[in-house]
């Protein structure tokens, strides 16, 4: 059972900031939010995580809402590259050895020329 | 980064066989691995998840007689098909942790077809 919300796909023109939503609104306060990506026949590509504060590392950056019940993903120069889906997980459990990523359906990116 | 490495990437064989896949985590030690399945134009499927040294948790659903998984070791974990039918045919991820809030990542990998 996903405990996320994502639009089922969206379109970025190549060279632009690619903004992909994610809500989480059941988010418990020791969870935390995963972005995952997966390109066709290939397995996913882990690319940020975050508790509460805005993250940022050389593939996206991440952004949460105040209230933890949404955030987005945004990757900054979109390249035809980064078409792909595009997975928000909330890791459920929180000890070190039981937590465990649900997947959901994703967004699919489609990045155009 | 943190690399798992899946062999084989592709496996075809005939109905009834057994199919072992491999899972190893190459620059860490993993504490946790998982075991995944997805159908075509699907999300991945959660199957099972193993700490070293200790018996796999399995989903809801999923046959532990079925799908063997074998921890033993802090960088390699094996998932085997006992008597593969056409209807196991998927594609099969695996993932390895380091431990608490790292993350998980994945291979890249097996194409089960069974024949």
């Known amino acids: 059972d996903a405990k996320t919300t994502q639009p089922p796909s969206m379109d970025c023109a190549e060279g632009r900031a690619a903004n992909l939503p994610c809500n989480h609104s059941?988010?418990?306060?020791?969870?935390?939010v995963y972005w995952y990506r997966q390109i066709h026949s290939q397995g996913p590509q882990y690319i940020i995580h975050g508790l509460k504060n805005n993250e940022t590392n050389e593939m996206a950056s991440l952004i949460i809402t105040e209230d933890r019940k949404s955030s987005t993903l945004i990757l900054p120069h979109a390249t035809l590259r980064d078409t792909a889906v595009y997975y928000c997980?909330?890791?459920?459990?929180?000890?070190?050895?039981?937590?465990?990523?649900?997947f959901g359906q994703g967004t699919t990116l489609q990045v155009k020329p | 980064g943190a690399v798992v490495s899946q062999h084989p990437s592709r496996v075809i064989c005939k109905s009834g066989t057994s199919v072992k896949i491999e899972c190893r985590s190459l620059?860490?030690?993993?504490?946790?691995m998982f075991w995944y399945r997805q159908f075509p134009k699907q999300s991945l499927m959660l199957m099972a998840t193993s700490n070293e040294g200790s018996k796999a948790t399995y989903e809801q659903g999923v046959e532990k007689d079925k799908f063997l998984i074998n921890h033993a070791s802090l960088t390699l974990s094996t998932l085997t098909v006992t008597s593969a039918h056409p209807e196991d045919s998927s594609f099969y991820i695996c993932?390895?942790?380091?431990?608490?809030?790292?993350?998980?990542?994945f291979g890249d990998g097996t194409r089960l077809s069974i024949l």
């Open positions: 993932s390895a942790r380091a431990g608490g809030r790292q993350p998980q990542h």
């Open positions: 059941t988010i418990s306060g020791n969870e935390y």
């Open positions: 620059d860490f030690q993993a504490t946790t």
């Open positions: 997980i909330v890791r459920v459990g929180s000890s070190s050895n039981t937590g465990k990523l649900i």
